[in-house]
C-alpha cells in the first residue's frame, strides 16, 4: 500500500481522503499498528486503483486464504459487494 501510495507523490492525507477515512486510522494500517477488514481493504484498493489482493503479501496468509483471495478478484463489481456485505453481516452475527 505504501509503495503504490509513494509511486503515485500521494501522502497519506490524501490517500486517506480518497479512501474516506482519516489520516492516523490508515497510517496505522499502513505501518502494520492496526488491523483491517475486507470492507477497509476494499475502500483502500478502490482508493488506489488496485485490486485489494495487490495490497496483501502473499507470504502473509495462509494459501488457502489466498486463494479465496484470488477467486474473489474475478468477481464483478456488483458481485465482491455482494460478497463483503455478507462476510461483514456474517461476522456481526459473532459478535
Given at each position: 500500500?505504501r ?25 496505522e494500517?499502513e505501518?502494520g ?5 475486507a ?17 496483501i503479501?502473499?507470504?502473509?496468509v ?10 474473489f478478484d474475478?468477481?464483478?463489481?456488483e458481485d465482491?459487494?455482494?460478497?463483503i ?11
Amino acid at each position: 500500500m505504501r509503495q503504490i501510495r509513494k509511486s503515485r507523490g500521494w501522502t497519506v492525507e490524501h490517500l486517506a481522503s480518497l479512501a474516506g477515512m482519516s489520516k492516523s486510522h490508515l497510517s496505522e494500517i499502513e505501518r502494520g499498528v492496526k488491523p483491517f477488514n475486507a470492507h477497509t481493504l476494499a475502500k483502500i484498493a478502490s482508493a488506489l486503483g488496485v485490486e485489494p489482493v495487490d495490497l496483501i503479501e502473499k507470504k502473509s496468509v495462509n494459501s488457502d486464504v489466498f486463494t479465496l483471495i484470488n477467486a474473489f478478484d474475478g468477481l464483478s463489481q456488483e458481485d465482491r459487494a455482494s460478497v463483503i456485505r455478507h462476510a461483514l453481516a456474517l461476522g456481526e452475527d459473532k459478535k
